[in-house]
C-alpha cells in the first residue's frame, strides 16, 4: 500500500508520490510472481517496488 498524504495525521507516515510508471512496473513484477517470496507485511506502506524489503 502506498502512504497518502491525507492519512498522513492518522498513520504517522509521511505520504509520498509515486508515479503511475511506477507503480505499473511493480504491479506487473508482483503479478509475474517476482516477489513471491516477500512477506505481505514487507509491502505496507511503501512507496514503490524499489522500496519494498525484499530481504
Do not use: R, W
Not at 508515479?19 to 509475474?32: C, N, P, R, S, Y
Not at 517476482?34 to 512477506?39: G, I, L, M
Amino acid at each position: 500500500t502506498q502512504p497518502f498524504h491525507v492519512a498522513e495525521v492518522f498513520t504517522n507516515v509521511p505520504g509520498v508520490l509515486c508515479t503511475i510508471e511506477d507503480t505499473v512496473k511493480g504491479f506487473a513484477e508482483i503479478l509475474d510472481g517476482k516477489h513471491d517470496d516477500v512477506p505481505e507485511s514487507n509491502f505496507y506502506m511503501k512507496a514503490g517496488i524499489d522500496s519494498v524489503d525484499k530481504g
